[in-house]
C-alpha cells in the first residue's frame, strides 16, 4: 500500500439515466485531475427518485452502470467504485449492487445490498426498500490491492451495522468505503457520527460518497460526503453541494493508529 488520493464524489441523481452518467463523468473527470486514483461514486447513482420507474428500467441501467464503470475505469485508469445500481433478479425485484472495478476495467468486487431500509421516519416520510430490492446473501468481502491496501465495501444502511464492518476488519481491511444516499432526516443526527464510529471501532479510513439534494418533489438527501481517518478525524467534507470530498489515504498514518490504539488486537470475541 502506497499514499493516494481518494476521492467521495457526491451527486444529486436524478430519474433520468443519461444525465446521471453525465454528472458522474464530469465528476470523475475532476476528481482524476485533482489527482484521485481511488473515486468512488454513491448509492443510486445511475437512477434515483422514482422507484416504480427504476425497476421497469432495472435491466437498461443495469447495462449501462456496469458499462459505464469500467469503461471510465479503463479512460482514466483509476480504480472506480459504483456504489449501488440496480440489478435484476429472478423474483422481478432488483439487487442493490455495488461494483468495483480496477483500472483495466476487471471486477475486483460485487457486493449485494444486505440490510433494506424498511423504515416510517418522523418527518412523515415511508421508506419501503424491500418492496422492490431482494437482500443479498452474502456479506462484503475484502479486495487486497498492491497500491491502495485492503479495500472493504458496504451500502448506505449498512452502517448501521457495525459486525458487518468488523467481518471486514477480520478480513484484513484497511479502507472501508461506505457509498450512501442518506436521507435529509436522518442524515442531520446520525451520518457522520456512524462514520466515525466505524473507523474508530476498525480503526480504518472511511470512503463515504453521497447523494445530496433532492431527487424528486418527496426525496431528499443529506449529503456530506467525506473521508474520515482511521482516529475518526474527518479529513474532507464535501457540504452540501455537488462535488467531491478528497483526502490522501496514508499507510503510515494507518500504522501509527493500529500501534496506538491497538483494539482490534484486544477483541475477546470473535
Not at 443519461?18 to 454513491?42: F, H, M, S, W
Not at 472511511?206 to 431527487?215: K, L, S, Y
Not at 455537488?242 to 496514508?250: L, V
Request: include cysteine; glycine fraction near 8%.
Amino acid at each position: 500500500m502506497k499514499s493516494y488520493l481518494a476521492a467521495a464524489l457526491q451527486m444529486t441523481s436524478v430519474p433520468d439515466l443519461g444525465k446521471n452518467l453525465t454528472q458522474a463523468e464530469e465528476l470523475i473527470d475532476l476528481a482524476v485531475r485533482r489527482g484521485a486514483e481511488y473515486i468512488t461514486l454513491p448509492e443510486n447513482f445511475s437512477f434515483l427518485g422514482d422507484e416504480s420507474g427504476k425497476l421497469a428500467q432495472a435491466s437498461e441501467i443495469c447495462t449501462a452502470s456496469e458499462k459505464f464503470l469500467k469503461t471510465m475505469a479503463q479512460r482514466y485508469q483509476v480504480t472506480l467504485l459504483g456504489g449501488g445500481y440496480p440489478v435484476p433478479t429472478d423474483d422481478g425485484r432488483i439487487y442493490n449492487t455495488a461494483l468495483l472495478v480496477n483500472a483495466n476495467g476487471n471486477v475486483l468486487l460485487r457486493y449485494e445490498k444486505v440490510h433494506l431500509f424498511d423504515v416510517n421516519l418522523p418527518d412523515g416520510n415511508t421508506y419501503q426498500e424491500s418492496a422492490t430490492v431482494t437482500s443479498g446473501e452474502q456479506l462484503p468481502s475484502v479486495c487486497t490491492t498492491q497500491d491502495l491496501g485492503n479495500l472493504g465495501i458496504s451500502v448506505c444502511y449498512d452502517v448501521r451495522f457495525p459486525e458487518l464492518y468488523r467481518h471486514l476488519s477480520q478480513l484484513g481491511a484497511e479502507v472501508l468505503t461506505v457509498p450512501a444516499a442518506f436521507t435529509a432526516y436522518t442524515g442531520k443526527d446520525h451520518w457522520q457520527v456512524l462514520l466515525q464510529a466505524r473507523a474508530i471501532e476498525n480503526t480504518c479510513y472511511i470512503i463515504a460518497p453521497a447523494q445530496t439534494g433532492f431527487h424528486n418533489s418527496i426525496r431528499q438527501s443529506h449529503g456530506h460526503a467525506m473521508i474520515v481517518d482511521p482516529w475518526g478525524i474527518v479529513l474532507a467534507d464535501a457540504g452540501q453541494d455537488i462535488g467531491m470530498a478528497i483526502a490522501e489515504i496514508t499507510p503510515s498514518r494507518l500504522g501509527q493508529v493500529r500501534q496506538q490504539m491497538p483494539s482490534l488486537n484486544h477483541r475477546v470475541f470473535a
